[in-house]
Nanobody, 126 residues
Framework: QVQLVESGGGSVQAGGSLRLSCLAS????????VAWFRQAPGKEREGVAR???????QYADSVKGRFTISRDNAKYTVYLEMNNLKQEDAAMYYC????????????????????WGQGTQVTVSP
């Protein structure tokens, strides 16, 4: 049984930083691609960052230069370092593991990942 548990969310002022973590279990983690998505109230879930098993990264344009995705395969953990946070970054953040899409165009499609965590809330105040 695959489990993903996110942590590290919280409240921060604009310009601040947070580091999210996602601990995976029940999966061959080192061969799985991992991703972070977010969903704000009233909005669709959107992809934020993706990291392949081989180390390739993709980022949404809105977070490039501010967010960094990384992984520690020995710890079965994926991280999202978020710097210079903006109010528009406020959302529930979810990690996703194992890309099952059919093309690179689906890298940030929520339908293209097999396993999901329950999310961790990020709040950004002015």
């Amino acid at each position: 049984q695959v489990q993903l548990v996110e942590s590290g969310g919280g409240s921060v002022q604009a310009g601040g930083s947070l580091r999210l973590s996602c601990l995976a279990s029940g999966i061959t983690f080192k061969t799985s691609s991992v991703a972070w998505f977010r969903q704000a109230p009233g909005k669709e879930r959107e992809g934020v960052a993706r990291l392949s098993s081989g180390g390739m990264t993709q980022y949404a344009d809105s977070v490039k230069g501010r967010f960094t995705i990384s992984r520690d395969n020995a710890k079965y953990t994926v991280y999202l370092e978020m710097n210079n946070l903006k109010q528009e970054d406020a959302a529930m953040y979810y990690c996703a593991v194992r890309f099952v899409g059919s093309s690179t165009a689906e890298y940030f499609s929520s339908r293209a990942y097999e396993h999901w965590g329950q999310g961790t809330q990020v709040t950004v105040s002015p």
